[in-house]
């Protein structure tokens, strides 16, 4: 996104024509930005560790236009559920291009899974006898809780440590290994995902050093291979004006110093090292358009939009913030003017997404555009009230595409005949 005579564009098209093309509320990808973040994330590991594989972590954002664009960059899919296997390989995804990462799986996912022969990744040596039952994988790998974890957006995106619900505690890892070894299984890997938008590059060579701690003495132990080792994702961006970006070159190179000496130190050869981002990929490259329908004046000044928390739920589910600018308006990142609280159309207080924001002065027909909402944003939309899920747009070298159309009062009455 950029602001040119306080008009805002995306690439080079104004919000105003998609606005009035698309209609509001409405996403808006930039399909460059997603190609740099995967681009920039692959070399700063690649050139320090040749042996790279990114997934994306399709949870993040399921459009087909978007996994699509990211295969074609080389991504294989990251996928936590039958459903994200079936639109893996419907886009062409095949076998080991496919993680299975999902938790408490029922046997729709085994024989989903089993079906496009994905790498499982076993959230619990519980699934492996289950697994079994559809026929004995290639390879497979375990997710490893090493009792560490940490998000920078709210508690509950702490993937592991004693309250989180994923992973087998480390200290039970080489039991699930063994019992794969007497399985007959041969080739392995191995998983982490610790938490959620950490920005701090220290912190991934941490979690990195203590997975390959675990692992290490494992391979051998049993004498077995790691064929992969991933690390996960969790690389944060930027929500907030006072935060930085993450450094993804220290990171990098903090990490590759740290996985060359342990792999060294457990004679473990050369490991395809693997990470499975979402949010680094697409979050700052999605937006959403919203329109102003009514500005009230109680005890606070309210501005009331078409964009609310069934549109974007991450600010009432996780406090989290987003910057919101307005078309025409916006010089500058935030500009003072006048304390808002922007709500959206929902008949819950919760529904003051944005509270007490100094922003331009409002009126009613404005656009105002929400950043980095390209992850966990349409995913998590429902439609409550009857105010139904928006359209999806792709901007590509200036040119524009419905990538999914509006719901409509037919799509939301047709689930219930």
Sequence with gaps: MKIKDSKIYFEDVA???LAKTYGTPLYVYEANRIRDNYRRLQKAFQTRWPQFKI????????????????????????CASANEIRLATKLGAKGEEILFSGNNLNEEDFAEGAKAKALFNLDDL?????????????????????????????????????QAKFGIPWEKAEEAYAKAVDAGIKRFGVHMMTGS????????????????????????????????????????????PDEKPLDIEKTATLVTKVFKEKVAQYQLGEPQLVVEPGRYLVGDA??????????????????GTDIGMNILARPVLYGAYHG????????????????????G?????????????????????????????????????????????????????????????????????????
């Design 55 to 78: 997934y994306y972590a399709v949870k993040s954002n399921t459009n087909p236009a978007i996994i699509r664009l990211l295969m074609e960059e080389g991504a294989g899919c990251d």
């Design 324 to 343: 919101i600018f307005v078309d025409k308006k916006s010089e500058a990142r935030n500009p003072k003017s006048e304390i808002v609280t922007i709500t």
């Design 15 to 17: 919000a105003e024509e």
């Design 126 to 162: 519980s699934l492996l006898d289950r697994l079994l039952k559809h026929g004995k994988p290639e390879v497979l790998s375990f997710r490893v809780n090493p009792a560490i974890g940490k998000s920078n957006v709210h508690d509950s995106d702490v993937m592991a440590g004693k």
């Design 197 to 240: 938008c950490v920005t701090e590059p220290d912190y991934f060579a941490e979690i990195t050093t203590k997975l390959l701690d675990c692992v290490g003495p494992i391979a051998k132990s049993l004498n077995i291979k790691f064929e992969f080792i991933d690390i996960g994702g969790g690389f944060g961006i930027p929500y907030t």
């Design 345 to 417: 159309q929902a008949c819950e207080n919760a529904d003051a997404w944005a509270k007490d924001r100094e922003l331009p002065k409002i009126e009613v027909g404005d656009l105002i555009v929400v950043e980095n909402a390209g992850a966990y944003g349409y995913v998590m939309s429902y439609p409550y009230n009857g105010r139904l899920r928006a359209a999806e747009v792709l901007v590509d070298q200036g040119k524009h595409k419905l990538i999914r159309r509006r719901e409509t009062f037919e799509d939301w009455l047709g689930l219930t005949i």
């Design 286 to 303: 999605g937006f959403v358009i919203g329109r102003v329908h009514a500005i009230k004046e109680s005890y606070k000044k309210f501005v």
